[in-house]
């Protein structure tokens, strides 16, 4: 089944979302390749360069062993790592909101280093850079994705699911991503998961548990969508439901490719970066005549 990996339909929880929200934006993000440069196109913006930067200092511990996870100095790792998202490249367009992003990100990894539990306690790290499973080998569907952190519980020798989240709106009652983690977690290890939380970094020093999902229940959903997204692929019928005039989710996609959007690089995976121009006011609070 190995040979078939290539010819499969990969799906992941950020891939599934892009086709729940809107099927064009799902096309746009995972399928598009630039005529020029054959490359992938993605947007990038503040939040989600603070959300990046935050979680490849927090991952990184989960690679450490557990005496020499706090050793180092993650601020000063948080600072190095802003490098890569300063100015443009992270979609700042003044030093002002740029200092605003950062000072968050310090809060949170200070937020951390003062609140270590879970992430001082014995971790499992899956052997694989893209942990992933044949969610369906019949309809050639692989189930992929990256899990935050996996906390180890030796008591009953299973495994807690950690998400970290940078955003203050809570996951959505109905999200898939718990579901998909679960299968995921289950399916790429060999021990029992027992326990999912969110960790909402921006303004809780504790973690928020939430029910773990049922695995039946969760393949049959998951792979409900997957059909619906190779379907969807073989008819090459990517439609956003707000027909012509696109969404929120599309829109900005299609600026890139109606050049629109401003190419800033690459980012970790190969798809050329883009930033959208900042949106200026031109209405005066007062005259003076």
Not at 7 to 27: M, T
Not at 37 to 57: A, D, E, F, Q, Y
Not at 76 to 86: A, D, N, P, Q, R
Not at 234 to 259: A, V
Request: proline share 5%; charged share 25%.
């Amino acid at each position: 089944m190995n040979s078939d990996k290539y010819s499969a339909v990969w799906v992941s929880y950020s891939s599934i979302s892009d086709f729940l929200k809107c099927p064009r934006a799902y096309y746009l993000k995972n399928i598009y390749r630039d005529p020029e440069s054959n490359h992938k196109i993605n947007l990038i913006n503040p939040p989600l360069s603070l959300g990046r930067v935050v979680h490849k200092v927090l991952e990184s511990l989960s690679s450490l062993p557990q005496e020499k996870r706090f050793q180092e100095n993650l601020i000063e790792k948080f600072h190095g790592l802003w490098k890569t998202v300063s100015g443009l490249q992270g979609g700042f367009f003044d030093e002002e909101t740029e200092n605003r992003y950062r000072l968050k990100g310090e809060k949170m990894i200070k937020r951390v280093i003062e609140h270590p539990d879970p992430l001082k306690n014995l971790a499992v790290k899956v052997q694989m850079d893209l942990p992933h499973y044949w969610l369906s080998p019949k309809d050639k569907i692989i189930l992929c994705g990256k899990i935050d952190w996996l906390e180890y519980l030796p008591k009953t020798d299973s495994i807690h699911i950690i998400d970290f989240k940078t955003g203050k709106s809570e996951e959505n009652q109905n999200s898939l991503q718990l579901p998909i983690y679960h299968l995921l977690v289950h399916n790429t290890q060999k021990r029992r998961v027992t326990k999912a939380s969110y960790w909402y970094l921006s303004v809780n020093n504790q973690l928020s548990e939430r029910s773990l999902p049922g695995l039946k229940e969760s393949q049959e959903k998951v792979l409900k969508i997957a059909q619906k997204i190779k379907l969807a692929r073989q008819l090459n019928h990517f439609k956003c439901p707000q027909r012509h005039q696109g969404c929120r989710f599309c829109q900005p996609l299609e600026k890139i490719i109606h050049g629109q959007a401003q190419k800033i690089g690459q980012d970790d995976y190969g798809a050329d970066l883009y930033v959208l121009p900042q949106k200026r006011d031109n209405k005066k609070e007062s005259v003076i005549l």
